[in-house]
């Protein structure tokens, strides 16, 4: 397997809004644990099942649940080039597991301040057919209610969306997941971008990282 790359930060810190780019610049397929999760919610699944308090709460899936996830879609053919891993690992065990079953080239860290992401998170909506991510304010539809990307004109908010879920994801943040910043940058391996910029600032300096 190839290596892949890892898209780190807090929640509502533009992960999903800046994968996009970096698979079209890299081939690598997204993975993103949140969107594997919520779709096993939604089938109701075992797996949606275990997940569905968690994630109500703003609390963190357990471990062991996270890496069978992983194990299994690494398996799958296309990840044979490397993958683009938005929001997974978001624990010390959760990587160390990962270091073992897949090398990483570059972890790319999104800062943005907490205030910002409570206004950034309450103000998220996703087209309902191809998962634009849009923002009220920072980044409404250009024509109404139509989604740029392929014309939908179903829209969906997330149950975790609320102002109360989000501080718990916040916490959870701080707790678990911040700690890796420096696992990973004792490994040679982090780099840092200010998210406190516009969508398209934050893209250019990625850009620029990746290209490097
Ligand atoms: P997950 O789905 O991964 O959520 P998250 O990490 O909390 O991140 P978000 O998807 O909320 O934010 P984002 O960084 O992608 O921001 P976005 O681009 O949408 O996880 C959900 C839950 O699943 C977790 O709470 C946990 O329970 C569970 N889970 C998932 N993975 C797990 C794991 N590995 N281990 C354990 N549990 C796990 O942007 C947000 C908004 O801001 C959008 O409206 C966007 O338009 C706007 N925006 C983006 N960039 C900018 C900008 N530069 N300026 C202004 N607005 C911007």
């Known amino acids: 397997m ?9 929640p509502g810190a533009g992960k999903g809004t800046q994968a996009g780019r970096i698979v079209q610049a890299t081939g690598k397929p997204q993975v993103s644990t949140g969107d594997m999760l919520r779709a096993a919610v939604e089938e109701g699944t075992e797996l949606g099942r275990i997940a569905k308090g968690y994630m109500e ?5 357990p471990d062991e649940v996270i890496i069978g996830l992983i194990k299994e879609r690494i398996k799958q053919p296309d990840a044979s080039g490397g993958l683009l ?27 943005v301040e907490d205030e910002s992401i409570v206004e950034r998170i309450c103000g998220r909506f996703t087209c309902a ?15 109404d209610s139509i989604c740029d990307s392929c014309g939908g004109i ?13 501080r718990a ?9 911040s700690p890796l910043e420096s696992w990973y940058e004792s490994k040679g391996l982090l780099q840092r971008i200010d998210g406190n910029h516009s969508i398209d600032q934050v893209g250019n300096s990625i850009s620029n990282l990746i290209n490097e």
């Not at 929001?87 to 090398?103: C, D, K, M, S, V």
């Not at 994801?169 to 997941?177: C, G, M, P």
């Open 2 to 10: 190839d290596s892949s790359i890892v898209l780190f930060g807090p």
């Open 57 to 61: 709460s703003g609390g963190l899936v």
């Open 85 to 111: 891993f938005d929001g997974f690992p978001r624990t010390i065990p959760q990587a160390e597991a990962l270091e073992e079953i897949a090398p990483v080239s570059m972890v790319i860290a999104i800062h």
């Open 129 to 143: 057919s191809c998962g634009e991510v849009y923002h009220d304010v920072f980044r409404p539809c250009k024509i």
């Open 154 to 166: 179903e829209f969906k908010r997330r149950a975790d969306d609320s102002e109360q879920t989000v």
């Open 169 to 177: 994801r916040l916490s959870a943040y701080h707790e678990q997941t």
